[in-house]
């Protein structure tokens, strides 16, 4: 089993509708989770974590945590152009030392 | 502030070839980490430093790879003899050190660095 594991394949959604994309983890342990968000061509851009079981909110982003399940999602609000890109889920175990596993991505499409 | 930079942002490098890639943190992280990104592909995990150690190296693919890191804060990412399936973009993220055990903090990346083995 990976450690991290997103949906495979693009996700199309018209602009102003809701985004929501799932990526569960293997390690029961974890304790820190990331959404990145990488532009073709660039390098990711952190814009969630989460550490806690339930909600987190910001602007048009909600993460949601459950660690009994041991899945990781984010739904993006209001979908606008701009939000096309691939979202990154990344996962750090314990142990300490701190790196990421991240899942392969999920390419978000938003159509106008 | 001032974001994680990296050199080169391009390298174009013979089969054989030894390369460095250079990685300037955020000030004030202490933790460094190196990763790669294939094309198409997801990000694996090279190496992490704490300060100018490194406590996991368990990401380098072979002993070709090689990374230090001096002063708290410049690192450099060597491989020698470089392979075409050495092609790959290089990314370096840095993050304020959290504690053996504790959360991790979150790791900001830099623009990377693009290197083609022909």
């Known amino acids: 089993q990976k450690e991290v594991e997103q949906n495979s394949g693009p996700l199309s959604v018209p602009e102003g509708a809701i985004a929501s994309l799932n990526c569960t983890y293997s390690?029961?342990?974890?304790?820190?989770f990331f959404w990145y968000r990488q532009y073709s061509g660039k390098s990711p851009e952190l814009i969630m974590s989460?550490?806690?079981?339930g909600d987190k909110e910001d602007g048009r982003f909600t993460a949601q945590l459950n660690k009994a399940s041991q899945y990781v999602s984010l739904l993006i609000r209001d979908s606008q152009p701009s939000d096309s890109a691939t979202y990154l889920c990344?996962?750090?175990?314990?142990?300490?030392?701190?790196?990421?596993?991240f899942g392969k991505g999920n390419q978000v499409v938003v159509i106008p | 502030g001032a974001g994680v930079s990296q050199s080169p942002s391009n390298k174009v490098t013979e089969k054989g070839k030894d390369v460095e890639l250079r990685c300037d943190p955020i000030s004030g992280h202490t933790a460094l980490y190196w990763y790669r990104q294939r094309l198409g592909q997801g990000l694996e995990f090279l190496i992490y430093f704490q300060g100018n150690s490194a406590p996991d190296k368990s990401g380098l693919p072979s002993d070709r790879f090689s990374a230090e890191r001096t002063g708290e804060s410049v690192s450099t990412l060597t491989i020698q003899r470089t392979q075409q399936e050495d092609s790959a973009v290089y990314l370096c993220?840095?993050?304020?050190?959290?504690?053996?055990?504790?959360?991790?903090?979150?790791?900001?990346f830099g623009p990377g660095t693009r290197l083609t083995v022909t």
């Open positions: 993220a840095s993050s304020v050190a959290g504690e053996t055990g504790a959360p991790s903090y979150e790791q900001y």
């Open positions: 990344a996962v750090n175990g314990p142990g300490g030392n701190n790196r990421l596993a």
């Open positions: 390690d029961r342990g974890s304790q820190s």
């Open positions: 989460i550490y806690s079981n």
